[in-house]
């Protein structure tokens, strides 16, 4: 069970959750972030596009913002977990031989400061 007073657990529960859905379904993660230009006139796709950013956007609310702003921090952490997920997928390097992925994600994810506000 995930804390929701602490938003550090917060973010890395839901990163795992990204984790396991690309990990789980690496064909349709790679189909949706292929570099395929998107169409940005079809409404289900946008409107799914839109709920899943918010998941983002309520994950790093805890997060002072960095010198780039609140979109700036959203951006970082999507970053993280983006480009950790499409090392452990592509890579030939493996991970650490003494921790999983999760474990390694846990170690790695970086202490990001808390807003004033929390």
């Known amino acids: 069970m995930v804390d929701a007073n602490n938003p550090r657990a917060v973010i ?11 990990f789980d379904n690496s064909s349709m ?9 998107r169409d940005n006139t079809d409404e289900v796709l946008s409107h799914a596009s839109q709920q899943s950013y918010q998941v983002l956007r309520d994950i ?8 780039a702003g609140v979109e700036g921090t959203e951006i970082l952490v999507w ?12 890579s030939n390097s493996p991970s650490p031989e003494d921790f999983d992925p999760v474990t390694l994600l ?9 807003s004033d506000l929390n």
């Open 12 to 22: 890395l529960a839901a990163l795992k959750g990204y984790m396991s859905f690309a």
């Open 29 to 37: 993660f790679h189909l949706m972030f292929g570099g395929f230009e």
């Open 60 to 67: 790093c609310a805890p997060l002072a913002p960095g010198n």
């Open 79 to 90: 970053s993280i977990i983006h480009g950790y997920v499409g090392i452990m997928l592509n």
């Open 106 to 114: 846990e170690l790695i994810f970086p202490d990001l400061p808390m």
